[in-house]
């Protein structure tokens, strides 16, 4: 029985950024990889949980095991002042434990956001989400130029990794450029995990 998963794990607040997740998924799961789909707890700002341990529909909360378990793993935010969103980063810096223990090393990575307007920090938010996979070990994909739709896109699509501009339509739907660069960059990704996996 084949075990491998991609794990894309995401915090969305508008439906954005989990518009991106299923894309990627979409992508992945077309390729015959199997896909685990994750979020987080919504935290308040005094990094008190405000959300049920377990979540009451959608998505399920991402545990440690899923993150160990994972042949690959797909990491979404949207942009909160150039940075990821703290919901998602209050669970990331819980994985030193992970990162001490070499638990992601060379396991590929994707990153993917959303802004509410075009340049409002989406090249920055990757990059820290980057930084977190390069601090574990993982082997990162950006988003190549070999996709037609990055050079045709009016909205989000950066080469660093999917997104979404929320403005340029005021919808957290994807527009279609966005929806096939989010879905071209699963496939890959779930590509190089099976060559590496093999």
């Given at each position: ?5 991609l ?72 942009t ?7 919901s998602?980063?209050?669970f990331?810096?819980?994985t030193?434990?992970l ?18 307007s ?6 920055i ?18 988003t190549?130029y ?8 009016k ?25 096939q660069?989010?879905k071209?960059?699963?496939?890959r ?10």
């Amino acid at each position: 029985m084949d075990k491998r998963f991609l794990l894309i794990l995401f915090y969305s607040a508008s439906g954005s950024t989990k518009n991106l997740a299923h894309a990627i998924a979409d992508g992945a799961e077309e390729s015959g990889m199997k896909v685990k789909i994750r979020t987080v707890p919504k935290i308040s700002s005094n990094t008190e949980k405000i959300e049920p341990s377990i979540p009451k529909e959608d998505e399920i909360y991402c545990s440690k095991e899923d993150l160990i378990e994972c042949s690959g793993l797909a990491i979404g935010s949207p942009t909160r002042f150039g940075s990821m969103a703290s919901s998602l980063k209050y669970f990331l810096d819980s994985t030193g434990d992970l990162w001490a223990t070499n638990q992601l090393v060379d396991k590929p990575g994707l990153a993917f956001t959303s802004t509410g307007s075009m340049h409002g920090g989406q090249e920055i938010t990757l990059f820290n989400l980057i930084t977190y996979m390069l601090h574990h070990g993982m082997i990162v994909q950006g988003t190549p130029y070999s996709f037609n739709e990055l050079s045709k896109t009016k909205a989000g699509g950066t080469p660093y990794g999917p997104s979404h501009v929320e403005s340029f339509n005021s919808s957290s739907q994807l527009t279609p450029h966005e929806y096939q660069i989010a879905k071209k960059s699963g496939y890959r990704l779930a590509n190089q995990i099976i060559k590496m996996t093999e």
